[in-house]
Every structure is written in structure tokens, then in C-alpha cells.
């Protein structure tokens, strides 16, 4: 069961280099969560500012034949919007699996893998959710926390056991039926195929409709015609 093991540090330089350094000697499930992360990372290698108040935490999976990273990257993400619905909250996926809410991001997810003589043996999904914490002012625009959404102050590890139940409900289910969870993923997507988007890479602005949308790339239709583009070439939409 994920999260049958929780390690719960005062503080760690992130939790996801924790279960990279440690994923062996941890069992399958195995979560660790931080009050403090001193180095905590985002995707494209950005610091993530990970004061006391947030909740900072990774899951150790052990992933059985055939199964993709990105499955688990799909079930925390579904999880965690599932999690937070029952805090009344109406969060939504902002490609590829930013949680946003109320217009801001309100939590983001690192996966990375561990593979040993070209076998995956480890992917561990690091999430970082703004709970209590304080946002610094440059990112008041663009970010927000629990607290700011609710006027409430909730205890991380009672966030943390939402999560943990919805990822167990889930696992159960899509195991068998990894493509019904790409189904409930895409439908938590805020942006949609048909949609005329501005999509901003590392040396441009693309402006174009969504032709298709999947877990690794998104096709655009430009002036210059189609163009796939990976997660990692996306920095961000812009509206
Ligand atoms: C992002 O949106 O860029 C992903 C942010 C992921 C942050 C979390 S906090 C817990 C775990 N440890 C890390 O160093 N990063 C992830």
C-alpha cells in the first residue's frame, strides 16, 4: 500500500534526491515528507522554495513490468485533484501536470526515474503543495496555497493522508486500465484540444490551435504548419 511507510524529516535538501539515494533499502509505497526542503527542485531544474507550512513530500514507486513513469506522474496528479474537491476546491491540470486553482498554481509534481542495467526500477514523484506557507511576492501573481484559497489553515499530514487514500482508490482501479487514467486525465486538462493557445518555448512564442494533446507532447497547428512539442521544450502558455 502507498504510503503504508511514511519518513517524516524535519529537513532534507529535497525529498525526491531522499528516495534516490535511499530507493533500495525503502519498500514499494514507501513516502517521505519534509517540513523543510533546503534544495528543493521543480522541472527544468528551478529551485521550489520550500519553507515550513508547505507540504513537501515524494512516493517511491516500484513499477511492475510495462508500466510507464508517466502512469504514476498521471495517478498523483488525478489524486491530488481528487483529494482537494473534497476540501471543496476546484483545481484543474495545467499541462503537463501543474495543479492550478483559482487561476494560480497551487502545487507541482518532479518525477524522476531510477533505471539499473536499462530496467526502470524506481520512479519517484516528488509533489510540492502550498499549503500554509507563504508565497514570496514574486510569485504572488502566479502562485497560491491552501490557506489563501480557504481562509483555512489545514494540517499538512491530514492533506498528505487525502492524497495517500485517493492514490491507493486509484492505483486499484487503473492498474488494469492505464488508458482509462489517461482518459480522466486529459478531462482534468485545462487546456483542451481546439483550443488557440500562445506557447512559450526557450527562444519563442508559438501561437496556434491544440490539435492533440498527449502525456509527452502537444501538436500545434502554427502559420509554419504542425509542430510537436515535448514538456520539456514548453516553458508555459500564455493567454
Ligand atoms: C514543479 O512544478 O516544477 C515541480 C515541483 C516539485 C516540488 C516537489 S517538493 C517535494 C519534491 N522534492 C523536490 O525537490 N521537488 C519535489
Known amino acids: ?25 525503502f519498500p514499494h509505497g514507501t513516502v517521505v515528507v519534509a517540513d523543510v526542503q533546503t534544495a528543493g527542485r521543480g522541472r527544468f531544474n528551478r529551485p521550489w522554495y520550500s519553507p515550513e507550512g508547505g507540504l513537501w513530500f515524494s512516493v517511491l514507486f516500484k513499477p511492475r513490468k510495462n508500466v510507464k513513469p508517466n502512469f504514476y506522474t498521471k495517478l498523483c496528479a488525478v489524486s491530488i485533484v481528487r483529494a482537494l474537491k473534497h476540501l471543496k476546491i476546484d483545481a484543474k491540470l495545467k499541462w503537463p501536470n501543474d495543479i492550478y486553482a483559482d487561476g494560480k498554481k497551487l502545487a507541482g509534481i518532479l518525477t524522476e526515474t531510477i533505471f539499473k542495467e536499462e530496467k526502470l526500477v524506481a520512479v519517484i514523484v516528488g509533489v510540492g503543495m502550498n499549503i500554509n506557507n507563504d508565497i514570496p511576492e514574486e ?14 489553515e489545514y494540517k499538512k499530514l491530514s ?5 495517500l487514500r485517493q492514490i491507493n482508490k486509484a492505483l486499484k482501479v487503473y492498474s488494469k486500465k492505464p488508458e482509462a487514467l489517461t482518459r480522466v486525465w486529459k478531462n482534468l486538462l485545462m487546456q483542451k484540444e481546439g483550443q488557440l493557445v500562445c506557447v512559450r518555448t ?4 508559438l501561437k496556434g490551435e491544440i ?12 502559420d509554419r504548419g504542425l509542430t510537436s512539442l515535448t514538456s520539456l521544450e514548453i516553458i508555459g502558455f500564455q493567454t
Request: proline share 2%; net charge negative.
Open 1 to 25: 500500500m502507498i504510503g503504508e511507510k511514511i519518513i517524516h524529516l524535519p529537513i532534507t535538501s529535497s525529498t525526491n534526491d531522499f528516495l534516490k539515494e535511499n530507493w533500495n533499502i
Open 139 to 152: 510569485l504572488n501573481t502566479k502562485a497560491t496555497s491552501l490557506k489563501l484559497l480557504t481562509n483555512v
Open 159 to 163: 492533506v498528505l493522508s487525502m492524497i
Open 202 to 205: 526557450d527562444d519563442e512564442t
Open 211 to 222: 490539435i492533440a494533446i498527449n502525456e509527452d507532447s502537444i501538436t500545434l497547428r502554427t
